[in-house]
Each structure stands twice: as structure tokens, then as C-alpha cells.
């Protein structure tokens, strides 16, 4: 049978462009690429990319509340939110413009608009029809709403990015990534900000211990933590927003964040015709070549709801250029998935915690809680704390976290060796590098605890 493209991806993200872009200059396919929204998908444009020079901006506070510290002497007006953004601005244009030129000098044919799936090969287009030899669904995830009265004078982490003033206070709900890296920019841009999390301690998943430490240091950061809380309802009033605790207390804040998890954009994709499965998250199953129960039907990234990471979409793009273009079926590994969050300070994790590889063997547990130099200096009290989870047994590095300055940074050096299976006497062997914070991963000489 003869098709239009043999490749048609839906939706311009990281995964869909990544694999379209190789499919068409590497393998000389022929590719068209559908996204009815704006190029470079969440990443580029209401996630990673502004919400890293959120971060970058916000952290110029500390830097300028230390500066008399190192002999400067910094005047300045405070932060001008509107200037930030324009900028802000400018910049995703750029890049999606670097997304749209990619595609264009690739060779792949796009199209700004819907697509879904009429069957197994072919795609309809507005009102233009498509066949391809194999379909990729690359269409990523939007924020997850609960389904409480008034949710819908919450703010989502879509929207921050388009405020067109900042706050005077805000409330954040959920204690997961989103919510704590945003927690911590309002914090650094002089928002008074309430973290409200239903569960024990923020960031269930992560390492206990470091869970307990960046809740200290965002405690002592200035940003009001407020743990085992539910909220039932926001109310518009005139002071702003009304926040109704289960227990009925309330609070007022100017704005309101829901930040409580992501769901999978598999709706209205014609998915359900071609019965295609999908989880209960709404996810599109697929097995460990991304392919869906359908044999020409594929997909990646968030709509797969697997590791929801920008580089983990890429790599599953890679896998499925090797599996379906190059004969060579290549499965992801999930095992080792270095990563950050991007608080003040920031969270690097890669491996196992501490609560995962106790289930299976007797550990070693090295960890070190210090003031690095520059903060020492400045008269703070922020401390790093690193942490090693170690298999007796062999020695086995099999967990590293830090929170940290950099911690972001020190995490993907760190995941090179634990990736390829590095022993404590491997990070012994190491000389340290002076004066840094990072050369204490390579000098705790003894067990804090066994477990
Ligand atoms: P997360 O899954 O990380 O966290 C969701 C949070 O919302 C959890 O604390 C969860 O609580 C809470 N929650 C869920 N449902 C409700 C509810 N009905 N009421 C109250 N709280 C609720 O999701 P995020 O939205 O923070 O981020 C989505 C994903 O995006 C991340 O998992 C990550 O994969 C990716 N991401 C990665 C970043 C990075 O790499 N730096 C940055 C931002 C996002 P509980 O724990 O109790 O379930």
C-alpha cells in the first residue's frame, strides 16, 4: 500500500519533535507533524524552559541580600515582574522559532492544527485526510484540576507565566514538583507564599530525608509550609480569594495555584475508535517499544504517562527511531533517571532512596549536613545535605540526593557514576576538588546508620 508520509506525528513537543526531525534527516523518511497549539510543547513553553529563568530570577534576591556581605554595596528598585516577563516572552518566541526552523530544515511537513486518528493508518487533518505507514501520538499532558466548588478562580502553572501582575500573597496547592518549585520563586520575588500539601511531608517519593531537610530550608527560606491540609472550596470575594480548609477555616489570598499532578491529552483523538487501550489516568497504553495495541500506532512521553521528564520523551523518541526505522527494537531503561527540582535550594536525585533499597538489601547510609563557604560568609543559616545509599553487601552506590545549590548540576555528574554501577570505594578513589560543595560526595569517610 502506498501512504501520503511514513511517518505522521501529533503534537510538537519535545518527543513528537525530536522524532520527526531524525526520522526525516537521519532516516530520509517522509514526515509530516501536526500541533494544534505552539511549537516546543510544554517544555519549551509552560514548563522547564520559563520556569528555569523563573527560577534564575528569582534567586537574584539572596544574591543581592548577600552582596554588602562580599564588600558590595547594591541599590536597586526591587523586582518589575512585567519586565521579566516581556523578556520572558521574547525569548520562548525565539524558541519556537528555533522548534519551527528545525522541522522546516529537516524536511517535515506541518501543519498548525487538530489531529486524530480516523483508523490505524489514517489521520485527519482539519479537513484534509492522511495516510501514513505508522502513526506517532506525542501530544503530552495538561494540570489536573480536582473537582472542588470555585476551582476555577485557581490558578494552574500554565497561567503563571502570563500573570499580568504578581500577587501580594498566594496560596500553592499540592506538595509535588510543580508546587514546591513554585513555591519557592514567589517566595524568592517577595510573594508572601503558602505551601498548603494534604499528605505528611511535601514530595512523597523522594528520599525521607531529604524530603524532611527541604521542607526545613523552605521553612527557614520564608515560605509558610502547612502539611496535613485539604482544602473544599476557593470563594471569589471582594478581598481576592477565599480558601475553605475542610475543617471550614479560611483564608484569604490574592491568588491561588493548584498545582496537584498532571493528566494525559489522549481525548478526542479518535483513540477509542480504533481501540486503542487507555489506563485510568487517561494514559495511552503502550509496551516497552512505545507501540500501542494497534501495530502502526505508537507513542511517547506524558501521554504515556510513564516518566513524565522533557529527557525521558526524548529518549523514548530515540527508542522508537531505532525500533521502527532502524530494525534494531531498542527498549528504554527507567532504572536510573537522574533528576532535579528546582527549589531553593534545589533538590538532585538519581538511584534508589533509602526507603526503596531497604526493601530488598542491608545498607550503608553516608550523609553530611553543612554550611558551604559562601553562605557561611554571608551570615546564613541554609545547610546541603547529601546523601549516598549504599548496598553493603558490595558496596554498591545505589542512591545519591543532595539539596544544594547546583544540586541540579551535581546530580547529572553524579548519575554517570551511579549509572554505571560505581562502588563507595569508587567515590573514595576520587580527589575531592577544593573548595567546593560537591567534593564532600567524595569524603564521607564513615556510615552516618546502617538499615
Ligand atoms: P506531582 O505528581 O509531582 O505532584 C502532584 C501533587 O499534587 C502531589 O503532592 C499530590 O499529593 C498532590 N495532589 C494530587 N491530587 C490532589 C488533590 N486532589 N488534592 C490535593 N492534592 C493533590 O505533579 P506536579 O503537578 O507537581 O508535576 C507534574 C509532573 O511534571 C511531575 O511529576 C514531573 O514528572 C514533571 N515535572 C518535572 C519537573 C522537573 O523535572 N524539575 C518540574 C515540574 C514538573 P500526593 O503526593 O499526596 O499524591
Redesign the pocket.
Known sequence: MNFDYDLFVIGGGSGGVRAARVAASEIGAKVALAEEDRYGGTCVIR??VP?KLMVYASEFRKNLEDASAFGWSAEHDGFNWQKFRKKLHLELDRLENVYRELLRKAGVDTYDQRAKLLDSHTVLVGEKKFTARIILIATGGR??R?DIPGIENALV?DDIFNLKSLPKSIAI???????C?MASIMNGFGVDTKLI???DQ?L?GFDKDIRDHIAEEMTKSGISLSLNE?ITEINANAKGLELIYSDRKTENFDEILV????IPNSDDLGLENLGIQIGSMGQIVVDDYSRSCIESVYAIGDVTDR???TPIAIREAMSFIETVFRDAPEKLDYRFIP????TAPEIGTVGLTEEEASQFAPLEIYTTKFKSMRDGFAGRQDRVFMKLVVEERNQKVLGCHFVSPFAGELVQLAAIAVTMGATKLDFDKTIAVHPTIAEELVTMRKPTRRA
Not at 498545582?259 to 498532571?262: E, I, K
Not at 533528576?339 to 528546582?342: E, K, L, S, W, Y
Request: proline share 6%.
Open positions: 514548563g522547564c520556569k494540570p489536573f480536582p502553572s496547592i499540592g506538595g509535588g514538583y510543580i508546587a518549585e500539601y494534604r499528605g511535601i512523597r485539604d498545582a496537584t499532578g498532571r516518566s513524565n521528564l533528576t532535579a527540582v528546582f
